[in-house]
C-alpha cells in the first residue's frame, strides 16, 4: 500500500502570505491519479486539485499543485480568509485509494 | 444537479448491525464507483474501499477488508455500508464519493479523483 506523508502538520500563515504543503509518496505514484482536497470544520471535504496540477471546477486559480514520482506540491499563492482548513492529498492505483494524514493550515 | 445524499446520522451500541445509505442523483449512478472514506473523530480521512454499481465490483482497503460489507442496489442509485457487530472503535463520520475518472487528451490514460461527496453520516457506538 502507497504511504502518503504529509508536511508540515500545521502550517501558521497571516492572509496574504503563500503557503506550501507538500506530499511525499512511499513509491511512485502517477501524476493523473494524485488530487488534493480542503476540508474546513463540519464540512465534507471538497476536490481542490486533480491530476496533480489541475484546478477541479469553481476552484480559484491561487491554488497550483505540482509534482511528480514521489514528490507533490499544493500551493496557494496570497491567502484568504476562507482558505484557512485542513489540506489533504490523496493518491488512487490498483483499485485502492490512501490519504495522506492532512495539514492545517491556521490563522498565525 | 449531481449529489451524493447519505442517511442520517445513528447512535447504536456495540454488538448491534448497521447499514448506512448513499443515494446518488443527477448522473448516471451506474457508470461512476463509489467511495467510503471514515473519519475518526480530530484524525484524517481514511480510504475504506469502492463499488462499481454497474456490476457491483467492489474492491476494500486492507485494514477494512472482512470488518465492513460495501453493496449497492443500482435499481435506486444507492450504495450501502454494512457492519454485522459494531464496535466503540467504528465511532467515526463516514464520507461517500464518487470516483470520477477523466480521459487525459491525446493519452491512453484517466484522471482519477473523488469530485462528489455526501454530507456524511455520523455513526456513534457507544454501551
Known amino acids: 500500500e502507497i504511504v502518503l506523508t504529509q508536511s508540515p502538520g500545521t502550517l501558521s500563515l497571516s492572509p496574504g502570505e503563500r503557503a506550501t504543503l507538500s506530499c511525499r509518496a512511499s513509491q511512485s505514484v502517477s501524476s493523473s491519479s494524485l488530487a488534493w482536497y480542503q476540508q474546513k470544520p463540519g464540512q465534507a471535504p471538497r476536490l481542490l486539485i486533480y491530476g496533480a496540477s489541475s484546478r477541479a471546477t469553481g476552484i480559484p486559480d491561487r491554488f497550483s499543485g505540482s509534482g511528480s514520482g514521489t514528490d507533490f506540491t499544493l500551493t496557494i499563492s496570497r491567502l484568504e480568509p476562507e482558505d484557512f482548513a485542513v489540506y489533504y492529498c490523496q493518491q488512487y492505483g490498483s483499485s485502492r485509494g490512501t490519504f495522506g494524514q492532512g495539514t492545517k493550515v491556521e490563522i498565525k | 444537479e449531481v449529489q451524493l445524499v447519505q442517511s442520517g446520522a445513528e447512535v447504536k451500541k456495540p454488538g448491534e448491525s448497521l447499514k448506512i445509505s448513499c443515494k446518488g442523483s443527477?448522473?448516471?449512478?451506474?457508470?461512476?464507483?463509489i467511495a467510503w472514506v471514515r473519519q475518526m473523530p480530530g484524525k484524517g480521512l481514511e480510504w475504506m474501499g469502492i463499488i462499481y454499481p454497474g456490476d457491483s465490483d467492489t474492491r476494500y482497503s486492507p485494514s477494512f477488508q472482512g470488518q465492513v460489507t460495501i453493496s449497492a442496489d443500482k435499481s435506486i442509485s444507492t450504495a450501502y455500508l454494512q457492519w454485522d457487530s459494531l464496535k466503540a472503535s467504528d465511532t467515526a463520520m463516514y464520507y461517500c464519493?464518487?470516483?470520477?475518472?477523466?480521459?487525459?487528451?491525446?493519452?491512453?490514460?484517466?484522471?482519477?479523483?473523488?469530485?462528489?461527496w455526501g454530507q456524511g453520516t455520523t455513526v456513534t457506538v457507544s454501551s
Open positions: 443527477g448522473y448516471n449512478f451506474l457508470n461512476y464507483w
Open positions: 464519493a464518487r470516483l470520477t475518472t477523466m480521459p487525459i487528451p491525446t493519452s491512453l490514460f484517466y484522471y482519477y479523483a473523488l469530485d462528489v
